[in-house]
Nanobody
Framework: QGDLVESGGGSVQAGGSLTLSCAGS????????VGWFRQAPGKEREGVAA???????SYGDSVKGRFTISKDSSKNSLSLQMNSLTPEDTGMYYC?????????????????????WGQGTQVTVSS
């Protein structure tokens, strides 16, 4: 189903911004749902944002109004613009894609292991 490769993570102070990118493959273009989830040490995976094949977006409550997801199907790429970052945003961020039937395209759905995940990129926000 193709590899997903994330980039753009790093360290930033609270209030700062980062943009994550995810490079996919031709298979990613055919995904009905792509997006991001994150995982902080000792915590469960948390859906962040998702976008479906029609361009409809979904965001986790904790990031609404601060994060923006977008995709460029012609380049098989996905981006996550993150603004007004807080220490609570610290974690490993994973790009994910779902194939086949998708009941609800959101970040939470993408945390299921049967989906395709990248290796992750670390985001650290200091206060």
């Amino acid at each position: 189903q193709g590899d997903l490769v994330e980039s753009g993570g790093g360290s930033v102070q609270a209030g700062g911004s980062l943009t994550l990118s995810c490079a996919g493959s031709e298979y990613t273009r055919n995904s009905r749902c792509v997006g991001w989830f994150r995982q902080a040490p000792g915590k469960e995976r948390e859906g962040v944002a998702a976008i479906d094949s029609d361009g409809r977006t979904s965001y986790g409550d904790s990031v609404k109004g601060r994060f923006t997801i977008s995709k460029d199907s012609s380049k098989n790429s996905l981006s996550l613009q993150m603004n007004s970052l807080t220490p609570e945003d610290t974690g490993m961020y994973y790009c994910a894609a779902a194939y086949g039937l998708v009941e609800t395209c959101d970040g939470g759905y993408l945390t299921a292991p049967h989906n395709t995940w990248g290796q992750g990129t670390q985001v650290t926000v200091s206060s």
